[in-house]
C-alpha cells in the first residue's frame, strides 16, 4: 500500500442543536502515515475531538460530516455503511478515550471487556479470548493480570482503567489509534507513565496515532509531528520544535505563549505585544510594605484534621502559616485533602481537631453552620474550581457579584451598589454589558471572572483559590491568572492557591506546600522547591509534568527504553 | 433569558407534537374550569327524572343519567372540582414535601436521618389504604380528600426535594453563597430551593393526574365527594354501574374526560421535562 | 434491622388511625334484627373496646408480639388465619401482573430508547400514558365486559379458581405452581385463565412506569461512554444493546419494580374487588368499611412487612446485578 | 433485529389471547349443582354469632334444622313466607294447650343428626339453652316471643319436649322458626366446649353438626362456600332430600359481575341486584325474575324527634310533603317495589291495621310550605341528610333529589355519606337528625313493628319517637288473643303514626331473585335471602 494510511480532505461536520445548525469542524485536511504519530491540539470547541470521532464515525447522532472525505488506506470511509464499518471498528482503527472508567463498562469484569473486542474480530473459543485478553493485560504492564481479569472498573485506578481501555483498544492490532485527551484526567505522575507506555506499544506495533490533547506540551513531549486547530479550522502544522520555537499563526504564537512552562513567569503567559500593557501596569503597583513587627501573621493552621464516619481521615495533621500579601500553593494528587483543607480554611466546614487563627484570632472553633455572622467572613473568600458549577444558574452575573455585598458589607440595593458592582466587574475584565446575563449565556473564561469579581467584592484579605484554572483553556487560564496576580500586588491579597498543576503553582505562589494523603510532605520556597526536591514523591510529581520544549519529539523512542519497566505502578 | 426559554420551549414542542397538545388540553380543562359553570346547557344537579338515562343526543350531547340530569353539563361543571382537588392536594405536599426534603437534603446527620425514618413509615404504609382509611376517619368531605392525597403524596416530594438538594448542596454556587454570608437557612430557601422547583414542577405535573384518579377511587369505594356534586370519580363509579346493562354513556364520557385530564397532566409532565432535560425524559 | 422501627410506627400509626374513625365496629356488627344495648356491649367487650386507648394498644402491641394480629369479625377468623389464606392470592395476582408488566415494559422501553423522538417514542409514551390515565376500576369492569360478557373468552371473574376445578394439594398457595407440582394441567390452565385479565388490568397501570424507567435509564446508557468503546471497537450491534447498554438500564429498573411491587400489593384493593379476587386488599377495604380494626392493622403491618422485604430482595438483587454495590 | 425486541411482548399478547379463547370443560356434573352468587360472605357456621351475615343465615337454614318453620304462601302469585302457617321441621307435629301458654313438640322419629346420631330432645334441650343464655344473637330475637329462660323447657320423654310461656304469646312458635333456635348436636358440642366456653360458640362458628339438608364440603370465609346433600334428610317436600347434589355460595361483591354471572348461566340464582341491572335482565327475558315485595321489610326518611327542628311536628309534616316521592321512586327502585305514599284515605283514618301501610302523603310544595309556616320556619333551615355508602346505589339519587326538592322550600340538606359502620354508630348514638334506612322484621306483624322500630332508646327506633300511647298500645296488642281487638290496636298504632309523622315510610323494595329459567320453587324468606332447600332444576 502505497500513500498516507489516513487522509482526511476538507471535511466538514455539522451539528444540529436546539440554536440551529453549528459546523464544528470547517474543512480540515491531514494526512497520517503509518507508524506516526501525529498530535492534534486545539482548545475546548476547536473541533479536534470531533475530527477524531468523524474518522471513527462516533459522532453524536445530531453530528454530520457534510463535505469531505476521509480516507483510509485509500478508501472513503465517510461513504460506506455502518453495518459495514463494524468490521473496520477495533480491528482496524480504534479509539481511546477521556476519563478511563467511564469508558469501561461498570458492571462487567474487565476480562470479559476485553474478550469481546476480541471476540468481535474473531473466531475462537471464549477461553482463548481469555487467555489473550490476559496477554493484553500484560502488555498493557498491569501488575497481577491474573487477578485484574475478574475485577470490575471501580475497583481498579484511573490509571490501570486507562491501561485496560488501552488493552482493548488495541486488542486486534488496529492500524489506527485515536487517543482522545487519554490523560487529562489523570493525575500528573500517572499521565506521565501511561503516556508512557501508549506511545511504546504503538511503537511496537507499528501503529499510526493520532494525539488529541489541549496540552501543548504533552503533543510536544511525544508527537513527530502537531497540528494546530482553532474554531473547526487547521490554522497550523509542524514539528513541535518547530512549532513552539517558532510559531507562524497568531493563535498559535498566542497559545504557546499561554503555555506555562518550567520557566516561564506570569508575564510570560502572553505574547509579547501584549506583555507590555501587563508589565506597565505592574509597575504601576506600589511595592508592598514590610509588615510592621509584632503584626501576626495573617492565616496561622495548626494541626488541622478532618475526619469522617467511614474511611481514613480526609486531612490526618496540616499545619501551615502566611502572611497578609503572601501567595501560597497547595498541591497535591486527587485524594490528597488539598480541597478538604481549602474548606476548612475557609469555613466552609468545620475541622475536627487542630485550630485556625486569623489575624492572630481563632476562628476555627466558631461552627461553620454560624460563621456567616462573624465578621471575618468577608476576610476570607473562595474562588471555585468549575465555573458553570459555581453560579448560581438563577442568579444574573450582577446578582452574583452583589450578593456578597448585600450580605456582607451591609450595602443596600441601589446606585451605589451598581457602581460598585460594576467596578469589581471593571477589575476582573468583565464587560459592564455582560452584568445582565445568567451564567448559561457567558462563556467558561466569563464565568470564572464572576466568580473571582463576586470573590474579592467584599475586599478580602485571604482569598482561597480551588484550581480556579483546571476548567479553563490555556489562553484563558493565562488571563486569569494574570488577573489574581495583579489583583494580589495591588490589594495586597494573601492566595491560597489550591491546584494539581505544578506549572502553574510554580509562576503564581512565593511558596509551597506538597500533600499526601491529608500529610504535609514538603514545604518550601516555590522554586527552590521544585527544582530541588527533597522527597521522592515531590520529584515524581516534578518529572511528570510535561514540558513545551523540554523534551525533545526524539524523548518518544527513549522512553520505550528498559527504564519504562520500573514504572509505577498505579 | 425568557426569550431564550421560549425558543427552546418552542424548539421543543415543534420535536413533541404530543406535549404540545397536551399542553393546549390543559389550558383547555383550566378555561372549562373557571368557565364552565356559566356556560353549561343545564343545572347541572337539577334532576328531572322523566329524562332519566336517556341516550346522547342534541339536547343531551353525552345523555342524561338515573336522575335524568345533564351528563354533558355535570361533566363541565366537575372540571373546576376535580382541577381544584388535584391542584390543591399535590400543592400542599408539593410546598410541604419541597420544604421539609430540602432542608433534609442540606442539613444532612440526625434530623435527616430522623426524617427519613418518617418517610420510610409512610412508605410503608399500603398508600391507598391510608388514603382510605384517612377520608374515613375524617369524614368524606372535599378537603378531606385533599389531605388524606396530601400526606399520601408527601413522602415522594420529600425524598425528591431531599435527592435533588442532596447532590447540590457541595456545589459551587451553594458554597459561594455561603461564603457570601449567607445562612443556612436562607441558602435552603433562597438558593436552592428555586433550583429544585422546576425538576420538582415536572413531578407534580405527573401527580396531578394521579391525584385525580386518586380522588376517583375514592369515590369508586364511596369515600368520594359529597352527592349531588359532581365530580368524575363518582360520575365513572355511579356509571360502571350501568355498563352491563348498555348505558354506555354514563361510564364513556366521564370516563373519557378523567382519561384525557390524566393523560394530559401526565403527557405535559413529560414534556417539561424534556424543556429541563432532554436526558431523562421518560 | 433498621426497617424495625419503621414497621413499629406502622404499627402504632395504624392502630392509632384506627380508634379515630367514628365508626364503632360493636354497633354494626351487632346489627341483628333486634340488637340491644347488651349485646353491644358483648362484642366491645369481645374486642377489648371497654379498656382505655393506651391500654388498648399495649395489649395489641403485646398479642403482635406473640403473633397474634386478632380476630375479624367480618370472617370470624383469626385475622392471620385469614392473612395467610389470602396473602398468596394476592401475591399471585401481584406478581403475575408485575412479570406482564416487566415484559412488555422492558422491550418498550428499549425500543423507544433506540429511536428517541421517532414514531415509536412517541407511540410508546403515548401507549404508556393511556395505561396510567384510566384508572383501575374501569379497565377492570371493561376488560370484563369484552372479555367475558361480550365475547366469553375469559372465564368468569369469581375469584382464582372456577368453583368446579377440584384445588390442587396446598403447597405454595399459588395456585398455578401447586397445580404444576401436582402435575394437573388442566387445573393449571383453569387457574391460568382466571388469572390472566385481573392480572392485565394491573399491569396495564404499571407498565407505564416501568418503561419510563427503562427508556431513561437505557437512554442514559446508549448516550454512556462505556456503549461508545463498545461500539468503537466493533462489537454487535445486539452485544451492544444488550449486555452493555440494557444489562446497565436494568439496575434503576429494578429499584423501580420493588416500589412498584410494593405499590401494587397496597393498591390493588379496586382490581380485587372488582375481580372478586380473594386477596388481602379487598379483606381489608371491607374490613375498612366495617371498622373492623383487626384485619386492617394486620393487613397494613403486613404490607409494611412486605415492603421491607422487597426492599431486602431489591438490594440483594441490585448487590448481585451491580458489583460496584456491596450488600 | 429490532423485530426481535418485540417478540417477548407480541407472544405474551398471542399467549394471552389463545388462553382467553379456550374453553374448559367442564368437570362436574353441573345440572345437579347449584351455584349462587351474593354480594357480602358467609362469615360463620353459627348464624348466632354476632356479625352473622345474611348469607350465613341462609347457609344455617340448610345446614341446620329448627323445630318449625314457616310454611309458604302465595302473594300475587309469588311465593312468600308465610308467617301464619308454622309447619314441623325436627317437630313431626306439635300441640298448643288450650290457654296458649305451653307448646308440646313431638320431634320425628326418623331424624339423625349428619353424624347418623338420632337427634333427641335433650339435643333440642341444650341449643334452646344455648339460644337463650349464651351471648349470642338468638338471646335478643326469642325474647320477643317471651322465651327467655332455660326454665322454660323442658324434655318430656327422647322425642318430646315441651316449652312453657309466661304469657300467651302469639311469636313465640314463629320465633322457633327464625334463623337462630337450630338445633344442635349437642354431644359434639359439648365435647368441644371449654370452660370458658361452654356453650361452643367459637367451635361452632367453623363446625356446622345439624341435621339439616346440607353438609358443609368446604368453607372459606369471605370467599365461597359448598355444601353436598345430606340425603338421609327428608324434611323436604313431599319427604325427600333436597333436589340438588352440591350448593356453591360465592361471594361476588360486584353486583354487576353477579348479573353477568348469571346471565351467562355461570351462576344460577342471585339476589341483591342493581335495580337497573334487573330491569334490562327482564327485559331481554332470558333469565327468570322473580320479583317480590319485601313485604317485612320498609325502606324509611327518618327524622329524630328529639333533635331541633325536627322535635316539631310541623317541620316534620313539611318535609313529608316536600319529598318528590315519584321521582325518588322512579330515579332509586326503578320502580320497583310496592310505594307507601300517596294513599287515599282522609281524616287521618287509616283503613288498615297491618304495618307498613301507605299514607296520604304526596308531593306538595305549598302544604309543605304552610306546614314550615306553622312550625315558625317560613325561611326553612339548614340539616345534614345521610345515607350509607353500602346502600349508594338507590340512596344517592333518592339523596339528591331530596335536596332539590326541600330546596324548593328552603330546607338547605348537605349530603353526607357515611361507610356502613360509622351510619349504624351514629344512628345507635341518635347523632343524625335526617337520613334515609330500611327495617326488616322476620316476624311482620303490627305490634312487632311498632314495638322494636318506634319505642325505646333503642338503635332501630330512628325517629327516637317516645310517645306513650304508642307504646302502651302497642304493648297490649302483643298479648291480645283477640284478632278483632288486634286490629283496632292496630288502627289506633297506624292512626298516632301519621299524625306524629315520626319518619316518613317511603316503599318496601322489591325482593329480586334472578336465575335460570330451570330453576324453580324459589320462595321469598323472611331472611331475604334463597332457601337453597326450596330450590329444583327442571
New interface residues.
Given amino acids: 500500500m502505497t500513500g498516507p494510511l489516513l487522509q482526511i480532505e476538507d471535511l466538514h461536520v455539522t451539528f444540529s442543536t436546539r440554536r440551529g445548525l453549528v459546523e464544528a469542524v470547517r474543512g480540515v485536511t491531514l494526512s497520517l502515515d503509518q507508524g506516526e504519530m501525529l498530535g492534534l491540539v486545539g482548545e475546548s470547541g476547536s473541533g479536534k475531538s470531533v475530527t477524531g470521532f468523524a474518522t471513527t464515525r462516533l459522532l453524536d447522532v445530531a453530528g454530520r460530516v457534510t463535505a469531505g472525505r476521509i480516507l483510509f488506506r485509500g478508501q472513503d470511509i465517510t461513504k460506506i455503511a455502518d453495518s459495514d464499518f463494524r468490521v473496520l471498528h477495533g480491528a482496524a482503527m480504534s479509539m481511546i478515550f477521556q476519563n478511563p472508567r467511564a469508558a469501561l463498562n461498570p458492571i462487567r469484569a474487565v476480562g470479559l471487556q476485553i474478550a469481546d473486542a476480541i471476540l468481535s474480530h474473531k473466531r475462537m473459543s471464549k477461553e482463548d479470548a481469555a487467555e489473550e485478553a490476559l496477554k493484553l493485560l500484560r502488555a498493557v504492564q498491569i501488575r497481577d493480570p491474573e487477578k485484574r481479569m475478574t475485577a470490575y472498573p471501580h475497583e481498579l485506578s484511573g490509571g490501570m482503567c486507562q491501561r485496560v481501555m488501552i488493552a482493548i483498544a488495541i486488542s486486534c492490532n488496529p492500524m489506527l489509534l485515536i487517543a482522545d485527551e487519554p490523560t487529562t484526567g489523570l493525575d500528573v505522575t500517572t499521565q506521565k507513565v501511561v503516556m508512557d507506555l501508549l506511545v511504546r506499544i504503538a511503537a511496537d506495533r507499528g501503529m499510526a496515532t493520532i494525539l488529541i490533547t489541549h496540552d501543548l506540551g504533552l503533543a510536544a513531549r511525544y508527537c513527530q509531528r502537531v497540528v494546530v486547530m482553532e474554531q473547526g479550522r487547521l490554522v497550523e502544522e509542524a514539528a513541535p520544535q518547530t512549532l513552539f520555537r517558532h510559531p507562524r499563526h497568531a493563535y498559535t504564537r498566542r497559545l504557546v505563549a499561554a503555555s506555562p512552562t518550567a520557566t516561564s513567569r506570569i508575564a510570560d503567559l502572553v505574547t509579547d505585544d501584549e506583555r507590555s500593557h501587563y508589565l506597565a501596569m505592574l509597575a504601576a503597583c506600589k511595592p508592598r510594605p514590610a509588615p510592621a513587627a509584632g503584626t501576626p501573621l495573617l492565616l496561622d493552621v495548626k494541626n488541622l484534621a478532618k475526619r469522617y464516619d467511614q474511611g481514613p481521615p480526609a486531612v490526618a495533621d496540616f499545619s501551615m502559616a502566611m502572611a497578609a500579601g503572601e501567595s501560597v500553593g497547595l498541591v497535591g494528587e486527587s485524594g490528597s485533602g488539598k480541597t478538604t483543607t481549602s474548606r476548612m480554611i475557609c469555613r466552609l466546614i468545620d475541622p475536627s481537631e487542630g485550630t485556625i487563627l486569623f489575624d492572630g484570632e481563632s476562628i476555627g472553633h466558631l461552627p461553620a453552620r454560624d460563621f456567616h455572622r462573624s465578621p471575618v467572613r468577608k476576610d476570607i473568600q473562595i474562588v471555585f474550581q468549575d465555573p458553570n458549577e459555581s453560579l448560581n444558574p438563577r442568579f444574573t452575573a450582577f446578582d452574583c457579584i452583589a450578593h456578597p455585598l448585600l450580605r456582607l458589607s451591609g450595602m443596600r440595593p441601589g446606585d451605589v451598589l451598581r457602581q460598585r458592582v460594576e467596578q469589581c466587574a471593571q477589575r476582573v475584565g468583565l464587560p459592564a454589558e455582560l452584568l445582565p446575563r445568567f451564567p448559561h449565556q457567558l462563556s467558561g473564561g466569563q464565568k470564572a471572572r464572576v466568580g473571582i469579581a463576586r470573590a474579592i467584592a467584599c475586599q478580602p484579605r485571604l482569598l482561597v483559590l480551588d484550581e480556579p484554572t483546571a476548567a479553563l483553556d490555556v489562553s484563558v487560564q493565562a488571563v486569569v491568572l494574570q488577573l489574581l496576580d495583579r489583583l494580589r500586588r495591588e490589594d495586597d491579597l494573601a492566595l491560597l492557591f489550591v491546584s494539581h498543576d505544578l506549572n502553574v503553582v510554580r509562576m503564581m505562589c512565593d511558596r509551597t506546600i506538597v500533600l499526601r494523603n491529608g500529610c504535609v510532605v514538603e514545604q518550601g520556597e516555590s522554586r527552590a522547591l521544585f527544582d530541588n526536591p527533597q522527597t521522592a514523591y515531590t520529584r515524581e510529581l516534578v518529572d511528570a509534568v510535561p514540558h513545551i520544549g523540554g523534551a525533545p519529539a526524539a524523548a518518544a523512542a527513549q522512553v520505550t527504553g528498559p527504564g519504562v519497566n520500573n514504572v509505577r505502578s498505579l | 433569558?425568557a426569550s431564550?426559554t421560549l425558543?427552546?420551549t418552542v424548539?421543543i414542542l415543534r420535536?413533541?407534537?404530543?406535549t404540545a397538545v397536551a399542553a393546549a388540553g390543559v389550558v383547555l380543562l383550566i378555561l372549562i374550569a373557571i368557565f364552565g359553570p356559566s356556560i353549561v346547557p343545564y343545572d347541572p344537579?337539577?334532576?328531572n327524572?322523566s329524562q332519566?338515562?336517556a341516550p346522547p343526543s342534541a339536547a343531551h350531547l353525552a345523555g342524561t343519567d338515573?336522575?335524568?340530569r345533564d351528563t354533558f353539563s355535570r361533566l363541565v361543571v366537575a372540571t373546576r372540582l376535580d382541577l381544584v382537588i388535584a391542584v390543591s392536594a399535590v400543592g400542599i405536599s408539593f410546598v410541604l414535601g419541597a420544604v421539609i426534603g430540602a432542608f433534609c437534603g442540606y442539613a444532612g446527620g440526625r434530623l435527616d436521618r430522623a426524617v427519613g425514618?418518617?418517610v420510610?413509615?409512610m412508605?410503608?404504609?399500603?398508600?391507598?389504604?391510608?388514603a382510605?382509611?384517612?377520608v374515613?376517619?375524617l369524614?368524606?368531605r372535599v378537603e378531606n380528600i385533599v389531605i388524606a392525597t396530601a400526606i399520601i403524596n408527601l413522602p415522594f416530594y420529600i425524598r425528591f426535594a431531599r435527592a435533588e438538594v442532596n447532590v447540590r448542596r457541595n456545589?459551587?454556587?451553594v458554597?459561594?453563597?455561603?461564603?457570601?454570608?449567607?445562612?443556612?437557612f436562607s441558602v435552603v430557601l433562597r438558593?436552592l430551593l428555586?433550583?429544585v422547583l422546576p425538576a420538582m414542577a415536572v413531578q407534580m405535573s405527573l401527580n396531578l393526574?394521579?391525584a385525580i384518579?386518586n380522588a376517583?377511587?375514592l369515590s369508586?369505594?364511596?369515600?368520594g365527594v359529597?352527592?349531588?356534586t359532581p365530580e368524575w370519580?363518582i360520575m365513572?363509579?355511579?356509571g360502571?354501574?350501568?355498563?352491563?346493562?348498555?348505558?354506555w354513556w354514563l361510564?364513556a364520557f366521564p370516563?373519557l374526560a378523567?382519561?384525557?385530564?390524566?393523560?394530559c397532566f401526565?403527557?405535559l409532565g413529560?414534556g417539561m421535562r424534556d424543556i429541563l432535560d432532554p436526558?431523562?425524559?421518560? | 434491622m433498621s426497617s424495625l422501627p419503621a414497621l413499629f410506627g406502622v404499627l402504632v400509626f395504624t392502630f392509632l388511625l384506627m380508634r379515630v374513625l367514628p365508626g364503632d365496629p360493636a354497633v354494626f356488627f351487632a346489627s341483628g334484627p333486634n340488637a340491644g344495648k347488651e349485646e353491644i356491649e358483648v362484642i366491645r367487650k369481645q374486642m377489648g373496646l371497654d379498656k382505655p386507648v393506651p391500654q388498648q394498644l399495649l395489649l395489641y402491641l403485646y398479642d403482635v408480639g406473640r403473633g397474634n394480629l386478632g380476630r375479624s369479625l367480618m370472617t370470624g377468623q383469626a385475622v392471620t388465619t385469614d392473612l395467610r389464606d389470602r396473602l398468596p392470592a394476592s401475591l399471585e395476582l401481584t406478581l403475575t401482573a408485575l412479570l406482564i408488566a416487566l415484559v412488555s415494559a422492558i422491550p418498550l422501553g428499549v425500543l423507544a430508547a433506540l429511536k428517541p423522538g421517532s414514531v415509536i417514542d412517541h407511540g410508546v409514551r403515548l401507549f404508556c400514558a393511556l395505561g396510567v390515565c384510566v384508572p383501575t376500576f374501569v379497565s377492570g369492569l371493561l376488560l370484563i365486559y369484552v372479555f367475558y360478557y361480550l365475547l366469553g373468552l375469559a372465564p368468569d371473574p369469581t375469584g382464582r379458581i372456577d368453583v368446579f376445578t377440584s384445588l390442587p394439594p396446598s403447597r405454595t398457595g399459588f395456585l398455578t405452581i401447586d397445580f404444576l407440582l401436582a402435575g394437573d394441567l388442566d387445573g393449571w390452565w383453569a387457574a391460568f385463565r382466571q388469572l390472566i385479565l385481573p392480572a392485565a388490568t394491573m399491569a396495564l397501570f404499571v407498565i407505564a412506569p416501568l418503561a419510563r424507567i427503562t427508556r431513561a435509564s437505557m437512554l442514559v446508557s446508549l448516550g454512556s461512554d462505556f456503549v461508545r468503546t463498545a461500539r468503537s471497537v466493533g462489537l454487535s450491534w445486539w452485544r451492544i444493546v444488550v449486555t452493555y447498554a440494557l444489562r446497565n438500564a436494568i439496575l434503576p429498573v429494578i429499584t423501580i419494580a420493588g416500589i412498584v411491587f410494593s405499590t401494587m400489593l397496597g393498591a390493588n384493593v379496586l382490581v380485587e374487588k372488582v375481580y372478586s379476587w380473594p386477596g388481602v386488599a379487598s379483606y381489608a377495604l371491607d374490613a375498612l368499611l366495617s371498622s373492623d380494626y383487626a384485619p386492617v392493622q394486620g393487613f397494613v403491618l403486613l404490607m409494611a412487612s412486605i415492603f421491607v422485604v422487597v426492599n431486602l430482595l431489591v438490594d440483594v438483587l441490585y448487590g448481585i446485578a451491580d458489583p460496584r454495590v456491596s450488600i | 433485529m429490532r423485530l426481535r425486541y418485540c417478540g417477548p411482548f407480541f407472544s405474551a399478547v398471542g399467549a394471552l389471547v389463545l388462553l382467553l379463547a379456550a374453553e374448559p370443560a367442564l368437570a362436574q356434573s353441573r345440572a345437579e349443582t347449584l351455584r349462587y352468587v351474593t354480594g357480602a360472605s358467609v362469615n360463620t357456621l353459627d348464624p348466632n354469632v354476632p356479625g352473622s351475615t345474611r348469607e350465613a343465615f341462609a347457609v344455617s337454614l340448610s345446614t341446620y334444622d329448627r323445630l318449625v318453620s314457616f310454611g309458604r304462601k302465595q302473594l300475587n302469585g309469588k311465593w312468600v313466607f308465610d308467617l301464619d302457617k308454622i309447619t314441623g321441621e325436627l317437630a313431626e307435629s306439635y300441640d298448643v294447650s288450650p290457654d296458649l301458654m305451653k307448646i308440646t313438640f313431638h320431634l320425628r322419629k326418623d331424624a339423625k343428626f349428619q353424624d347418623g346420631t338420632p337427634v333427641t330432645a335433650d339435643d333440642v334441650k341444650w341449643s334452646l339453652d344455648r339460644a337463650v343464655t349464651a351471648p349470642v344473637l338468638g338471646k335478643a330475637q326469642l325474647l320477643t316471643g317471651s322465651l327467655t329462660s332455660a326454665d322454660q323447657f323442658k324434655v318430656i320423654d327422647p322425642l318430646t319436649f315441651e316449652v312453657t310461656l309466661p304469657k300467651p304469646d302469639k311469636l313465640a312458635l314463629p320465633n322457633l322458626a327464625t334463623v337462630y333456635p337450630i338445633i344442635i348436636n349437642s354431644k359434639v358440642a359439648k365435647a368441644n366446649a371449654t370452660a370458658e366456653d361452654p356453650w361452643a360458640i367459637s367451635w361452632l362458628k367453623e363446625h356446622a353438626v345439624g341435621s339439616g339438608a346440607y353438609v358443609i364440603e368446604s368453607f372459606k370465609p369471605g370467599e365461597q362456600v359448598i355444601m353436598k346433600r345430606n340425603e338421609a334428610w327428608n324434611r323436604g317436600s313431599p319427604d325427600k332430600s333436597a333436589f340438588f347434589k352440591r350448593v356453591i355460595v360465592q361471594t361476588v361483591p360486584e353486583p354487576a359481575t353477579r348479573a353477568n354471572l348469571v346471565e351467562r348461566g355461570d351462576a344460577d340464582i342471585t339476589v341483591d341486584l342493581q335495580a337497573s341491572d334487573i330491569q334490562s335482565l327482564e327485559s331481554k327475558g332470558t333469565l327468570k325474575v322473580i320479583s317480590t315485595p319485601q313485604y317485612n321489610s320498609v325502606t324509611f326518611i327518618s327524622m329524630n324527634n328529639t333533635i331541633p327542628p325536627f322535635d316539631n311536628i310541623n317541620v316534620r309534616r313539611a318535609v313529608a310533603y316536600a319529598l318528590p316521592y315519584d321521582d325518588m321512586f322512579k330515579a332509586a327502585l326503578f320502580g320497583r317495589g310496592t310505594p307507601l305514599f300517596g294513599a287515599s284515605w282522609t281524616d287521618g283514618k287509616p283503613t288498615t291495621s297491618a304495618f307498613p301501610f301507605p299514607q296520604p302523603i304526596k308531593l306538595d310544595l305549598d302544604k309543605a310550605r304552610e306546614y314550615l309556616k306553622a312550625a315558625g320556619m317560613p325561611d326553612g333551615f339548614s340539616t345534614t341528610f345521610s345515607f350509607n355508602v353500602g346502600q349508594a346505589s338507590t340512596a344517592e339519587p333518592m339523596a339528591a333529589l331530596v335536596k332539590e326538592s326541600l330546596a324548593r322550600i328552603g330546607i338547605k340538606v348537605d349530603i353526607q355519606k357515611l361507610p356502613d359502620a360509622q351510619m349504624s354508630t351514629q344512628i345507635n348514638e341518635k347523632k343524625l337528625p335526617f337520613f334515609t334506612e330500611g327495617i326488616v322484621a322476620w316476624l311482620p306483624s303490627t305490634d312487632y313493628f311498632y314495638r322494636n322500630f318506634y319505642t325505646g332508646n333503642q338503635r332501630w327506633n330512628y325517629s327516637s319517637i317516645n310517645n306513650a300511647e304508642l307504646t302502651a298500645t302497642a304493648q297490649e296488642a302483643r298479648f291480645e288473643p283477640d284478632k278483632a281487638k288486634y286490629d283496632q290496636d292496630g288502627l289506633k298504632l297506624n292512626a298516632i303514626h301519621f299524625a306524629e309523622m315520626p319518619q316518613i315510610a317511603l316503599w318496601q323494595p322489591s325482593q329480586d331473585a334472578v336465575m335460570a329459567t330451570s330453576i324453580e320453587g324459589y320462595t321469598y324468606q323472611f331472611h331475604r335471602q334463597v332457601d337453597y332447600r326450596d330450590l329444583r332444576r327442571k
Wanted: aromatic share 10%; net charge positive; glycine share 14%.
Fill in positions: 433569558m431564550a425558543r427552546h424548539w420535536g413533541n407534537p404530543l344537579i337539577a334532576s327524572v332519566a338515562l338515573q336522575l335524568g425514618r418518617f420510610d413509615v412508605m410503608a404504609f399500603p398508600l391507598f389504604v391510608l382510605m382509611a384517612m374515613a376517619a369524614g368524606n456545589v459551587g454556587w458554597e459561594a453563597a455561603r461564603a457570601g454570608g449567607e445562612s443556612n438558593f428555586p433550583n393526574g394521579w384518579l376517583a377511587g369508586f369505594i364511596g369515600l359529597r352527592p349531588p370519580g365513572v363509579a355511579e360502571a354501574r350501568f355498563i352491563s346493562t348498555g348505558k361510564v370516563g378523567l382519561m384525557l385530564a390524566v393523560l401526565n403527557l413529560d436526558r431523562m425524559r421518560t
